[in-house]
């Protein structure tokens, strides 16, 4: 029986194919799949794919999926979140050397975003994973994929698409699910790269971002003198190096706004970093 506290919603069969055939797997990958669940993904795609290491948190559904273990897939009980990137990738061995990796799951959707931060961590601490293709809720896709001035854009928007090509690629109704979710989810992918534009801090560009967009509708020389906790006139000489209006609100700039802003920020000796880097 699924379990409230996992956050558990199994895929049906009618939708496995419709998922798979979005993955694309092929004999040379290797899969990280997290919370396989009873292996509706998991069974089709190890029997594609190279490798498959899963990692389900509840122990029942693992010893399940352990029960019918090919050659060419590893259960792990675990959690995702806490797991070292040693643990998650020592089942692939030498194989990671050789072979793209790629991430899947469907997500719980209490902490989808985690999950989604915790893959970006894992790619910049080296892991050399090529995409996601995971399942959330549409509200989180949307705000994964939207664009500045929509009501959607965020903190997850610009984190994620700094560092990631991100696409919308299937809408799953509820009853795509067994039990049968509240909302419609989605089938998003992340193809990673380096950070681009370039930035002097990621921490600090981030922290940035979380501070900026908890006052979006503020205008910026306002949003920003409160997140440095400097004087109207630095904030103000902060925008003016970065090119940015001091009249506009955080919810309109563009990723590379962000990342000028941060990296005007970096350089500068008279406001207080401690409070964006926090």
């Given amino acids: 029986m699924p379990r409230k506290r996992f956050g558990q919603h199994f895929l049906e069969p009618v939708w496995v194919d419709k998922v798979v055939q979005a993955i694309a797997p092929t004999a040379d ?9 009873l292996g509706a993904l998991t069974r089709p795609l190890s029997a594609r794919a190279r490798h498959v290491v899963a990692i389900e948190i509840d122990r029942d559904l693992a010893a399940g999926l352990r029960a019918d273990i090919g050659a060419n897939l590893t259960v792990m009980t675990g959690d995702v979140l806490e797991m070292s990137p040693a643990d998650l990738v020592r089942p692939f061995g030498r194989a990671l050397d050789e072979a793209s990796l790629r991430v899947v799951g469907n997500l719980p959707y209490n902490v989808a975003s985690p999950i989604l931060f915790r893959l970006v961590g894992l790619y910049e601490g ?9 399942m959330v809720q549409l509200e989180v896709a949307n705000r994964i994929v939207s664009a500045p001035q929509t009501r959607d854009y965020g903190v997850l928007s610009v984190q994620l698409r700094h560092v990631a090509d991100t696409s919308r690629v299937l809408i799953l109704p509820p009853g795509a699910f067994r039990p049968a979710p509240k909302v419609t989810s989605a089938l998003i992918q992340l193809r990673f790269h380096p950070p681009d534009p370039p930035v002097r801090s990621l921490r600090g560009m981030r922290a940035l971002v979380r501070l900026l967009f908890a ?9 920003l003198t409160s997140a440095l906790e ?22 309109t700039l563009l990723i590379a706004e962000f990342a000028r802003l941060s990296d005007v920020i970096e350089g500068t000796t008279h406001v207080n970093l ?3 880097r926090s």
Avoid at 126 to 134: K, T, W
Avoid at 230 to 251: F, H, K, M, N
């Fill in 274 to 276: 401690m409070n964006v």
């Fill in 29 to 37: 990958e290797l899969f990280l799949e997290v919370g396989p669940g």
């Fill in 126 to 134: 080296g892991l050399p994973i090529r995409d996601a293709v995971v």
């Fill in 230 to 251: 400097a004087p109207r006139g630095a904030a103000a000489d902060v925008l003016g190096r970065a090119g940015i209006d001091g009249s506009r609100r955080p919810e």
């Fill in 215 to 223: 006052q979006r509708r503020k205008m910026m020389l306002n949003a």
